[in-house]
Protein backbone atom coordinates (compact mmCIF):
# COMPACT_ATOMS: atom_id res chain seq x y z
CA UNK A 1 0.00 0.00 0.00
CA UNK A 2 1.94 3.42 -1.00
CA UNK A 3 1.50 5.71 1.72
CA UNK A 4 3.38 8.42 -0.72
CA UNK A 5 2.47 8.92 -3.84
CA UNK A 6 3.60 11.00 -6.88
CA UNK A 7 1.01 10.41 -9.64
CA UNK A 8 3.55 12.02 -12.75
CA UNK A 9 6.09 9.66 -14.09
CA UNK A 10 8.00 12.38 -15.83
CA UNK A 11 7.70 16.11 -16.43
CA UNK A 12 9.37 18.59 -19.23
CA UNK A 13 10.06 22.06 -18.73
CA UNK A 14 11.86 24.88 -20.61
CA UNK A 15 14.45 26.23 -19.06
CA UNK A 16 14.06 29.63 -17.06
CA UNK A 17 10.46 28.37 -16.25
CA UNK A 18 8.84 26.94 -13.30
CA UNK A 19 8.84 23.20 -12.45
CA UNK A 20 6.18 22.26 -10.39
CA UNK A 21 6.25 18.48 -9.16
CA UNK A 22 3.75 17.06 -7.40
CA UNK A 23 3.50 14.93 -3.97
CA UNK A 24 0.25 13.09 -2.14
CA UNK A 25 0.29 11.10 1.24
CA UNK A 26 -2.45 9.20 2.63
CA UNK A 27 -1.12 8.84 6.60
CA UNK A 28 -2.35 11.83 8.37
CA UNK A 29 0.17 11.00 11.13
CA UNK A 30 3.04 12.28 8.74
CA UNK A 31 4.42 15.48 10.16
CA UNK A 32 7.90 15.83 8.58
CA UNK A 33 8.71 15.56 4.59
CA UNK A 34 11.24 15.58 2.66
CA UNK A 35 12.47 16.11 -1.25
CA UNK A 36 15.29 14.15 -2.55
CA UNK A 37 17.06 14.99 -5.96
CA UNK A 38 18.43 11.87 -7.92
CA UNK A 39 20.46 11.66 -10.55
CA UNK A 40 21.36 8.33 -12.76
CA UNK A 41 23.87 6.14 -10.91
CA UNK A 42 24.06 7.71 -7.71
CA UNK A 43 22.15 7.69 -4.58
CA UNK A 44 19.80 10.22 -3.53
CA UNK A 45 20.67 13.55 -2.15
CA UNK A 46 18.97 15.56 0.04
CA UNK A 47 17.12 18.72 -1.53
CA UNK A 48 14.81 20.92 1.02
CA UNK A 49 12.70 19.28 4.16
CA UNK A 50 9.03 21.02 5.72
CA UNK A 51 7.67 20.21 9.02
CA UNK A 52 3.49 20.07 9.14
CA UNK A 53 4.02 23.53 11.43
CA UNK A 54 4.76 25.33 8.49
CA UNK A 55 3.13 26.02 4.94
CA UNK A 56 6.04 26.91 3.34
CA UNK A 57 9.97 26.42 2.94
CA UNK A 58 12.44 28.20 0.74
CA UNK A 59 15.77 27.43 -0.27
CA UNK A 60 16.93 29.33 -2.65
CA UNK A 61 15.52 28.14 -6.58
CA UNK A 62 13.19 25.97 -4.32
CA UNK A 63 10.24 26.09 -2.19
CA UNK A 64 8.18 23.35 -0.98
CA UNK A 65 4.72 23.57 0.19
CA UNK A 66 2.42 21.87 2.32
CA UNK A 67 -1.36 21.71 1.92
CA UNK A 68 -2.15 19.51 5.29
CA UNK A 69 -5.98 19.70 4.28
CA UNK A 70 -5.62 18.10 1.18
CA UNK A 71 -2.65 15.73 2.08
CA UNK A 72 -0.43 17.68 -0.34
CA UNK A 73 2.77 18.60 -0.95
CA UNK A 74 4.21 20.60 -4.02
CA UNK A 75 8.36 21.43 -5.14
CA UNK A 76 8.50 24.46 -7.17
CA UNK A 77 11.67 24.86 -9.25
CA UNK A 78 12.38 28.76 -10.25
CA UNK A 79 13.64 29.27 -12.45
CA UNK A 80 14.43 25.57 -13.90
CA UNK A 81 17.95 25.08 -15.36
CA UNK A 82 19.19 22.34 -17.04
CA UNK A 83 21.27 21.23 -14.28
CA UNK A 84 18.03 20.34 -12.35
CA UNK A 85 17.18 17.30 -14.51
CA UNK A 86 16.98 14.41 -12.65
CA UNK A 87 14.44 11.83 -10.54
CA UNK A 88 13.25 13.46 -8.20
CA UNK A 89 11.57 11.41 -4.61
CA UNK A 90 9.72 12.89 -2.38
CA UNK A 91 9.23 11.29 1.47
CA UNK A 92 7.33 11.51 4.21
CA UNK A 93 8.08 9.98 7.88
CA UNK A 94 6.38 10.71 11.59
CA UNK A 95 9.22 12.89 13.70
CA UNK A 96 9.21 11.10 16.78
CA UNK A 97 9.17 8.26 15.42
CA UNK A 98 11.26 9.24 12.38
CA UNK A 99 13.36 5.36 12.13
CA UNK A 100 11.17 5.14 8.91
CA UNK A 101 10.61 7.58 6.03
CA UNK A 102 8.27 6.88 3.14
CA UNK A 103 9.28 7.14 -0.41
CA UNK A 104 7.44 8.44 -3.74
CA UNK A 105 8.07 6.41 -7.41
CA UNK A 106 9.86 9.19 -8.07
CA UNK A 107 8.77 12.19 -10.69
CA UNK A 108 11.67 12.14 -14.00
CA UNK A 109 12.50 16.21 -14.55
CA UNK A 110 13.76 17.29 -18.08
CA UNK A 111 14.77 21.05 -18.19
CA UNK A 112 15.34 21.38 -21.88
CA UNK A 113 17.72 24.19 -22.55
CA UNK B 1 34.80 10.14 5.66
CA UNK B 2 32.62 12.52 3.65
CA UNK B 3 30.15 10.43 2.44
CA UNK B 4 27.97 7.30 2.71
CA UNK B 5 30.51 4.44 0.70
CA UNK B 6 28.85 0.96 -0.21
CA UNK B 7 30.91 -1.40 -1.66
CA UNK B 8 30.40 -3.22 -4.19
CA UNK B 9 29.23 -0.76 -6.18
CA UNK B 10 27.70 -3.90 -8.55
CA UNK B 11 27.41 -7.54 -7.68
CA UNK B 12 26.62 -10.03 -10.09
CA UNK B 13 25.24 -13.39 -8.28
CA UNK B 14 24.29 -16.53 -9.12
CA UNK B 15 20.25 -18.39 -8.07
CA UNK B 16 21.42 -19.71 -4.67
CA UNK B 17 24.60 -17.76 -3.71
CA UNK B 18 25.00 -15.96 -0.93
CA UNK B 19 25.97 -12.11 -0.73
CA UNK B 20 26.97 -9.45 1.61
CA UNK B 21 26.69 -5.65 0.96
CA UNK B 22 28.64 -3.41 2.94
CA UNK B 23 27.84 0.16 4.08
CA UNK B 24 30.23 2.60 5.42
CA UNK B 25 28.29 5.52 6.83
CA UNK B 26 29.07 9.19 7.59
CA UNK B 27 31.73 9.72 10.71
CA UNK B 28 29.39 10.63 14.09
CA UNK B 29 26.01 9.20 12.04
CA UNK B 30 24.09 7.14 14.94
CA UNK B 31 21.76 6.26 12.52
CA UNK B 32 21.93 3.53 9.73
CA UNK B 33 19.20 2.59 6.88
CA UNK B 34 19.27 0.27 4.38
CA UNK B 35 16.54 0.36 1.60
CA UNK B 36 15.88 -1.18 -1.28
CA UNK B 37 14.92 0.11 -4.81
CA UNK B 38 13.55 -1.85 -7.54
CA UNK B 39 13.55 -0.52 -10.67
CA UNK B 40 11.11 2.45 -11.67
CA UNK B 41 10.29 2.37 -7.78
CA UNK B 42 11.47 4.57 -4.65
CA UNK B 43 13.67 3.31 -2.05
CA UNK B 44 11.48 0.82 -0.01
CA UNK B 45 12.35 1.00 3.64
CA UNK B 46 14.07 -2.47 5.10
CA UNK B 47 15.71 -2.29 8.34
CA UNK B 48 16.81 0.45 10.27
CA UNK B 49 19.74 0.48 13.16
CA UNK B 50 20.65 3.18 16.13
CA UNK B 51 24.46 2.70 17.15
CA UNK B 52 24.61 -0.84 17.37
CA UNK B 53 21.14 -1.88 17.81
CA UNK B 54 18.51 -2.78 15.13
CA UNK B 55 15.15 -1.26 16.29
CA UNK B 56 13.51 -2.21 13.47
CA UNK B 57 13.55 -4.90 10.89
CA UNK B 58 9.68 -4.55 9.69
CA UNK B 59 10.65 -4.23 5.91
CA UNK B 60 13.21 -7.25 5.66
CA UNK B 61 11.13 -9.47 2.91
CA UNK B 62 12.13 -12.57 4.12
CA UNK B 63 14.36 -14.39 6.60
CA UNK B 64 16.61 -14.77 4.14
CA UNK B 65 17.78 -11.25 4.72
CA UNK B 66 20.20 -9.92 7.98
CA UNK B 67 22.02 -7.27 8.77
CA UNK B 68 24.10 -6.22 11.33
CA UNK B 69 26.04 -3.32 12.59
CA UNK B 70 28.07 -4.97 15.23
CA UNK B 71 30.19 -1.40 16.45
CA UNK B 72 27.81 0.76 15.66
CA UNK B 73 29.48 1.97 12.75
CA UNK B 74 30.05 -0.24 9.27
CA UNK B 75 27.53 -1.54 8.41
CA UNK B 76 26.68 -5.35 6.50
CA UNK B 77 23.34 -6.36 4.82
CA UNK B 78 23.17 -10.20 3.92
CA UNK B 79 21.01 -12.21 1.18
CA UNK B 80 21.07 -15.80 1.93
CA UNK B 81 20.22 -18.29 -1.11
CA UNK B 82 19.48 -15.25 -3.74
CA UNK B 83 16.36 -15.42 -5.93
CA UNK B 84 15.76 -13.40 -8.91
CA UNK B 85 13.76 -11.35 -7.11
CA UNK B 86 15.97 -10.02 -4.89
CA UNK B 87 17.66 -8.57 -7.81
CA UNK B 88 17.65 -4.07 -6.89
CA UNK B 89 20.01 -1.69 -5.98
CA UNK B 90 20.21 -1.22 -2.28
CA UNK B 91 20.80 1.60 -0.63
CA UNK B 92 22.48 2.63 2.70
CA UNK B 93 21.46 6.07 4.40
CA UNK B 94 22.96 7.20 7.56
CA UNK B 95 21.53 10.18 9.45
CA UNK B 96 23.02 12.44 12.32
CA UNK B 97 19.96 12.05 14.85
CA UNK B 98 16.46 9.74 14.43
CA UNK B 99 14.52 11.59 12.27
CA UNK B 100 16.75 14.00 10.57
CA UNK B 101 17.54 14.04 6.72
CA UNK B 102 19.01 10.47 5.56
CA UNK B 103 22.19 10.76 3.18
CA UNK B 104 22.34 7.99 1.25
CA UNK B 105 25.73 6.09 -0.14
CA UNK B 106 25.71 5.58 -4.00
CA UNK B 107 23.74 1.52 -3.46
CA UNK B 108 25.18 -1.37 -4.59
CA UNK B 109 22.79 -2.65 -7.85
CA UNK B 110 22.44 -6.27 -7.09
CA UNK B 111 21.93 -8.70 -10.31
CA UNK B 112 20.45 -11.85 -9.38
CA UNK B 113 20.68 -14.25 -12.64
Known amino acids: DQQVKQNSPSLSVQEGRISILNCDYTNSMFDYFLWYKKYPAEGPTFLIS?????DKNEDGRFTVFLNKSAKHLSLHIVPSQPGDSAVYFC????????????FGTGTSLTVIP | GAGVSQSPRYKVAKRGQDVALRCDPI?????LFWYQQALGQGPEFLTY????????KSGLPSDRFFAERPEGSVSTLKIQRTQQEDSAVYLC???????????FGSGTQLSVL
Open chain 2, 27 to 31: SGHVS
Open chain 2, 49 to 56: FQNEAQLD
Open chain 1, 50 to 54: ISSIK
Open chain 2, 93 to 103: ASSLATGRELF
Open chain 1, 91 to 102: AASVWNTGNQFY
